[in-house]
């Protein structure tokens, strides 16, 4: 008699994949399905999830959907006649039980449009590299790119299936996202990296597509950023100058010093309290985004703040109001010279009369370029060199050096200058005398 057990996935993740694993005469297949839960929550002895109060928000639902998948499972085996059922046909199951396509219904949908669609929205399901599972943020981007593609095809009264997918199409859409969309080179490479797994999850999943996808030649482009930082000087500068007390330009200041001594982004750093601050003196929390855990020691200016402010941090404002003040303090302390770099600009208006806003390089005044991300840069920049990469990275949150070296800002003299102090540092009382 056919039986249907579940399992969570081995790890010590709590946010987890559950497992079900069918077993027959001749038969013992095991397949992850799309149902995470929280390991804490797990009963084993009964195979569904336990009856505590934390589990109140999903318990009935996942635990209805795994008696589901099981019935699902034991009443269509004896339906598959001659077959012998693998790890695909359970596979199928599961999507049936989800109310998504089959895996072989997905040959069907030879259109890269609909695959891609259909790849997003399974995302939710999947995990990154770390074993996490995909985030949010993800999946839209995902949509995003079906919809710039849909755009795209809408234009050109096309659709462009999977086995089209060639170089042509390649060069054509780079080319509609520069020139009608708008985009930036970084931008345009995050576009083509989606289409490219888009078209490798087909290809994995044996649905026929152009092999041009396997080639360098269809590449996602990128371009070197000239976003500015602030050096320690800029930070003295910006600390030190005279400003009404406790305004909002002060305000503003505030949490942009701190946010050059801390690394942090700003969906971290608007929200800081005192509770923030362990026992050490240090910053700790876990990062909005990443979901790591981050210590930070209080440089000599963000302590000086606190105790300006009696041991609190500047009142908390949105971003967009945050972004906006940085610029006009920089403008007011005179952060004026002629910078390359990328800013928002108001491009084009949508069907319904919608700004569309693009980043448009060029040369501007500096205090036109700085935006809340400059914090970030500017911690990074600051301690590349006196500190090893792994430990600034620590306090960033950046998961790779690829990732992390892309925010450090250095000019060639800057390079230089530091080598030259470097040496004079370790050389400055020897004589080096050319022997006779």
Same mark, same amino acid.
């Given at each position: 008699?056919?039986?249907?057990?579940?399992?969570?996935a081995k790890g010590?993740?709590?946010?987890?994949?559950?497992?079900?694993?069918?077993?027959?005469?001749?038969?013992?297949? #095991?397949?992850?399905?799309?149902?995470?839960?929280?390991?804490?929550?797990?009963?084993?002895?009964?195979?569904?999830?336990?009856?505590?109060?934390?589990?109140?928000?999903?318990?009935?639902?996942?635990?209805?959907?795994?008696?589901?998948?099981?019935?699902?499972?034991?009443?269509?085996?004896?339906?598959?006649?001659?077959?012998?059922?693998?790890?695909?046909?359970?596979?199928?199951?599961?999507?049936?039980?989800?109310?998504?396509?089959?895996?072989?219904?997905?040959?069907?949908?030879?259109?890269?449009?609909?695959?891609?669609?259909?790849?997003?929205?399974?995302?939710?399901?999947?995990?990154?590299?770390?074993?996490?599972?995909?985030?949010?943020?993800?999946?839209?981007?995902?949509?995003?790119?079906?919809?710039?593609?849909?755009?795209?095809?809408?234009?050109?009264?096309?659709?462009?299936?999977?086995?089209?997918?060639?170089?042509?199409?390649?060069?054509?859409?780079?080319?509609?996202?520069?020139?009608?969309?708008?985009?930036?080179?970084?931008?345009?490479?995050?576009?083509?990296?989606?289409?490219?797994?888009?078209?490798?999850?087909?290809?994995?999943?044996?649905?026929?597509?152009?092999?041009?996808?396997?080639?360098?030649?269809?590449?996602?482009?990128?371009?070197?950023?000239?976003?500015?930082?602030?050096?320690?000087?800029?930070?003295?500068?910006?600390?030190?100058?005279?400003?009404?007390?406790?305004?909002?330009?002060?305000?503003?200041?505030?949490?942009?010093?701190?946010?050059?001594?801390?690394?942090?982004?700003?969906?971290?750093?608007?929200?800081?309290?005192?509770?923030?601050?362990?026992?050490?003196?240090?910053?700790?929390?876990?990062?909005?985004?990443?979901?790591?855990?981050?210590?930070?020691?209080?440089?000599?200016?963000v302590k000086d703040?606190?105790?300006?402010?009696?041991?609190?941090?500047?009142?908390?404002?949105?971003?967009?109001?945050?972004?906006?003040?940085?610029?006009?303090?920089?403008?007011?302390?005179?952060?004026?010279?002629?910078?390359?770099?990328?800013?928002?600009?108001?491009?084009?208006?949508?069907?319904?009369?919608?700004?569309?806003?693009?980043?448009?390089?060029?040369?501007?005044?500096?205090?036109?370029?700085?935006?809340?991300?400059?914090?970030?840069?500017?911690?990074?920049?600051?301690?590349?060199?006196?500190?090893?990469?792994?430990?600034?990275?620590?306090?960033?949150?950046?998961?790779?050096?690829?990732?992390?070296?892309?925010?450090?800002?250095?000019?060639?003299?800057?390079?230089?200058?530091?080598?030259?102090?470097?040496?004079?540092?370790?050389y400055e009382k020897?004589?080096? #005398?050319?022997?006779?």
């Open positions: 008699m056919a039986t249907v057990n579940f399992k969570l010590k993740a709590d946010l987890t994949k559950v497992y079900i694993r069918l077993r027959d005469s001749g038969i013992d297949l #095991e397949v992850p399905t799309h149902i995470l839960v929280q390991r804490s929550h797990w009963n084993q002895n009964k195979q569904q999830v336990r009856n505590v109060a934390a589990s109140d928000s999903y318990r009935e639902k996942v635990n209805k959907k795994l008696s589901d998948i099981a019935k699902k499972a034991i009443d269509e085996l004896p339906n598959i006649g001659n077959k012998f059922p693998d790890k695909d046909w359970l596979k199928d199951i599961l999507l049936e039980c989800e109310g998504k396509p089959k895996r072989s219904a997905l040959k069907e949908h030879v259109y890269l449009g609909d695959y891609g669609r259909i790849y997003a929205e399974e995302s939710v399901h999947r995990f990154n590299k770390q074993g996490e599972p995909i985030s949010e943020r993800t999946t839209l981007d995902y949509h995003n790119t079906v919809n710039k593609l849909e755009a795209f095809e809408k234009l050109y009264k096309t659709k462009i299936a999977l086995l089209e997918a060639d170089f042509s199409f390649h060069r054509q859409f780079v080319q509609y996202l520069r020139k009608v969309e708008k985009l930036g080179a970084n931008t345009i490479g995050g576009q083509i990296a989606n289409i490219k797994a888009f078209l490798r999850h087909a290809f994995v999943n044996k649905v026929p597509v152009h092999p041009a996808f396997l080639s360098q030649e269809f590449n996602a482009p990128s371009a070197k950023t000239n976003d500015p930082y602030f050096n320690v000087n800029d930070l003295k500068t910006i600390f030190n100058h005279k400003l009404p007390k406790d305004g909002y330009l002060d305000n503003a200041r505030d949490w942009l010093v701190i946010s050059c001594w801390t690394g942090l982004r700003v969906s971290d750093l608007l929200h800081l309290t005192p509770k923030d601050i362990n026992k050490f003196g240090f910053i700790d929390i876990c990062a909005v985004k990443t979901g790591i855990d981050v210590a930070i020691p209080l440089h000599p200016m703040i606190l105790a300006k402010r009696d041991g609190q941090f500047p009142r908390s404002l949105s971003d967009q109001k945050y972004n906006d003040y940085i610029k006009e303090l920089c403008q007011e302390i005179g952060f004026d010279e002629p910078c390359k770099g990328g800013k928002m600009v108001d491009v084009n208006k949508d069907q319904k009369g919608k700004a569309i806003w693009r980043k448009i390089s060029g040369i501007y005044p500096k205090y036109e370029l700085i935006t809340s991300h400059i914090g970030r840069r500017s911690f990074a920049t600051n301690h590349y060199g006196l500190l090893d990469n792994l430990t600034i990275m620590k306090i960033t949150g950046h998961k790779s050096e690829a990732q992390f070296l892309k925010y450090i800002k250095l000019t060639p003299k800057e390079h230089a200058d530091r080598l030259a102090a470097k040496w004079k540092e370790l020897e004589t080096f #005398e050319r022997a006779a």
